[in-house]
């Protein structure tokens, strides 16, 4: 009898500490339930702020810089010398540059580009779709600045072969190089957007 009331007593107090473990347990639940709502708002706030810092000090500045500077001077101006006794802040010329460069990548990635795009939509097998689709992704990854040393040091020298008086620091190079970054995106795009297109449509343009 004393053996199997000592057991009960035994047991009472193991199922004892398993409901308060239990309860520590849920307890616990409970207050970090409670607190992750409250932290993951703390940290999305932090960067909402952070965000509108960035935005209030770069409005504030430009704000400042054209009380100083006009805006038609800015964008007319000829001449980029921040830094020199007589500062003079011209950004046309920087405008110009981006904007034929721009163009000049237009007309080098969109031709390669869609045509590498149709070829993989219609014509190419789904060996080389698998072989080709993650080379392109590859190459989209490549960090620009690689790309701005193959033109001066692969592209503008071969554009000089051709080009007598050429000079290094030339438009047509980083137009082309630019063209030639930009053809993966477009023809991973492209490729991606013709075959979204259903067979039915297809064939009803079809005559």
Partial sequence: METSSALKKGNAVNVRDMIEEKKSTRNMTNVMEKLMPKLLLLIASISIFTTLGILFTLLFETVEFFQRIPFYEFFSGTVLKPLSQNPQFGVLPLLTGTIISSVIAMF???PI?????????????????RLVKPILEILAGIPTIVYGFFAFTFVTPLLREFIPGLQ??????P????????IPMVASLSEDAMSSVPNSMRKGLLP
């Fill in 108 to 110: 080098v990635a969109i």
């Fill in 113 to 129: 580009g869609l045509m590498t795009a149709i070829y993989l939509s219609e014509y190419a097998t789904d060996k080389i779709r």
């Fill in 168 to 173: 290094a620091t030339n438009i047509l190079s």
């Fill in 175 to 182: 137009g082309i190089v630019m063209g030639i970054m930009i």
